[in-house]
């Protein structure tokens, strides 16, 4: 009863500001409550030196990555900016969605993957700011970050490079996608 006349009056008292000043009060609607994942999850981008290393080299490289004991499951795919016959190949690189095993976090993978291909004699990437780690929170991320990886990108411009890279996995035997459980 009592928290009855405790909306009541706030009720009255928001109806006589609205009346005295012209105001009108605006309630929000809540949103509903994203599902958050149950494991760490991340969204890998990798974007190699072009001019020093070959697709060949580079898929040997991913490929031993990606059977990391970090990682639980693993969606990843290659991909090149090319948006013309003649631009093919230009710019490759990989986007990855995966979920971490045990207590690996996002700043594990970070530090394990610039040290892969940033360290040694022969970098792949010739900066640290080629290796892009992106934790994905919610359930709603890791459905977006799949469909993105898998082809169904939301930006229209992106529809000339999507059938350059079909010809490009074709000519160098690359599948759509590849997948680690």
């Known amino acids: 009863m009592l928290q009855r006349r405790g909306i009541e009056a706030r009720w ?6 609205t009346q005295k000043y012209g105001k009108k009060k605006t309630y929000k609607v809540p ?6 994942l149950a494991q760490w999850t991340v969204l890998i981008t990798i974007n190699p030196n072009n001019e020093k290393i070959d697709i060949n080299t580079f898929r040997l490289k991913i490929d031993k990555t990606m059977n990391w004991k970090m990682f639980d499951t693993v969606h990843w795919v290659f991909e090149q900016r090319g948006e013309h016959a003649d631009e093919l190949g230009k710019g490759f690189h990989m986007h990855a969605v995966a979920t971490l095993t045990g207590d690996y976090q996002t700043k ?8 892969s291909f940033c360290g040694g004699k022969h970098p792949i990437c010739g900066n640290k700011k080629h290796i892009d ?6 359930q709603t991320d890791y459905d977006n970050a799949l469909e993105y990886i898998k082809g169904n990108k939301k930006d229209s411009r992106k529809e000339d490079k999507l059938l350059m890279d079909t010809e490009w996995r074709e000519i160098h035997g690359i599948q759509k996608i590849y997948l680690k459980e």
Not at 31 to 36: D, L
Not at 133 to 138: A, D, E, G, N, Q
Request: proline share 12%; glycine share 0%; charged share 40%.
């Open 108 to 115: 594990d993978v970070n530090r394990d993957l610039k040290r």
């Open 12 to 17: 009255r008292l928001a109806k006589s500001r």
């Open 133 to 138: 780690v992106k934790t994905l929170k919610y």
């Open 31 to 36: 949103k509903p409550t994203p599902i958050p």
